[in-house]
């Protein structure tokens, strides 16, 4: 595989993500204003991939290889812990760093839905949140053709803001005929800065609290757009799984959360619970898995209508197809239940 990659900055305030695929290679083009640099940095790489590159699957690690990740990639160790403890593992003679740089995602290799798909309605649009950060922004998709107005899903992130995964998941609702909305909790710091590294470091900085009312804000926002019928629904990925499950006990009007690997409400609030609920849990995953017991007997105390699955042998972010800790059959049977479940909550 041969990559190139340059990076400028421009003195434009603008946000735009690009992609062009062909048979054997992968143009990219990122643009994103920072807020601390007065302008945009234009990220740009072309990596060719040959006809006998394979993707990395879970099964090529040492299952403590990728438990080192996920402490990495949700704050536990930093980056020169994880290239320490992961040297003692040998990945095909490659070094920690190599390894480290194989784990993160390739948003190319993951799209779905192509970011010009002619059958949608693409835009990013601006939403008020007064209990948070003020106006935040967020990516909306929705079907061009359509009869009457459509059901929303509020598309909630992982730790690192509003990526082009999570922007291909908001598509992919789109085409199921939701309107999807997907809001970017770094909009008060500039909004998602290109990189995953970056993401993460500024995601620390990030009020929790104005965080979570930026959410509320966004489903009030998507109920309230007379596009809408008013019926809503949400799902969320590791940090958006559990602000998933916090829009659940705060928002008496969402009609379904679905929560990937995503961390309970306190016990206490789980009464408060209104909406249908589905939670999607990863057998490898000790980090969250701990804490679904509890979860399950507060569920079952206030009967809250909830379905709940475990996929075993699976790791964490089995369901984001752009690392190799995805799980092609964890994810299709995850999905498929998730749009089963805003069918019969939502739509």
């Known amino acids: 595989m041969c990559c190139i990659t340059a990076s400028v900055l421009l003195p434009v305030r603008s946000r735009v993500h690009s992609h062009v695929t062909c048979r054997r290679s992968t143009w990219s083009l990122v643009l994103f204003h920072r807020r601390e640099r007065p302008g945009v940095r234009i990220h740009f790489s072309y990596r060719y ?159 929790r609290a104005k965080t979570v009312e930026d959410f509320v804000a966004a489903v009030a926002f998507v109920e309230t757009r007379p596009e809408c019928t008013g019926r809503v629904g949400c799902v969320g990925f590791c940090f958006g799984g559990s602000i998933a499950n916090i829009l659940a006990v705060r928002v008496r009007q969402l009609r379904a959360a679905v929560a990937f690997y995503g961390g309970p409400p306190p016990t206490a609030d789980v009464p408060q619970i209104k909406a249908a609920v589905q939670l999607h849990y990863a057998g490898l995953d000790k980090r969250i898995k701990a804490r679904w017991p509890a979860y399950e007997a507060a569920l079952k105390a206030a009967e809250i209508d909830y379905e709940a699955y475990m996929y075993e042998g699976t790791n964490h972010g089995f369901n984001n197809d752009t690392t190799p800790r995805f799980d092609e059959a964890a994810a299709d049977r995850a999905w498929g239940r998730t749009l089963g479940f805003f069918d019969k909550h939502v739509a």
């Open 49 to 207: 991939r040959g006809e006998a590159m394979t993707r990395k699957t879970a099964s090529d690690y040492d299952q403590r290889v990728l438990n080192l990740f996920d402490h990495y990639v949700h704050g536990r160790i930093s980056r020169r812990q994880f290239l320490d403890r992961a040297a003692a593992f040998s990945l095909g003679g490659l070094s920690a760093a190599a390894i480290l740089e194989s784990l993160v995602p390739d948003f190319a290799a993951g799209q779905r839905i192509e970011e010009d798909d002619a059958r949608l309605d693409l835009s990013y649009q601006e939403y008020p949140s007064p209990n948070g950060s003020g106006t935040m922004r967020g990516y909306l998709a929705r079907p061009k053709k359509h009869s009457g107005k459509l059901h929303g899903i509020v598309v909630i992130h992982e730790n690192r803001g509003l990526n082009p995964h999570t922007e291909d998941i908001a598509r992919r609702l789109g085409l199921e005929g939701y309107f999807a909305f997907a809001p970017d909790a770094l909009t008060p710091l500039g909004g998602y800065p290109g990189d995953e590294s970056s993401a993460r470091t500024l995601f620390r900085e990030l009020d």
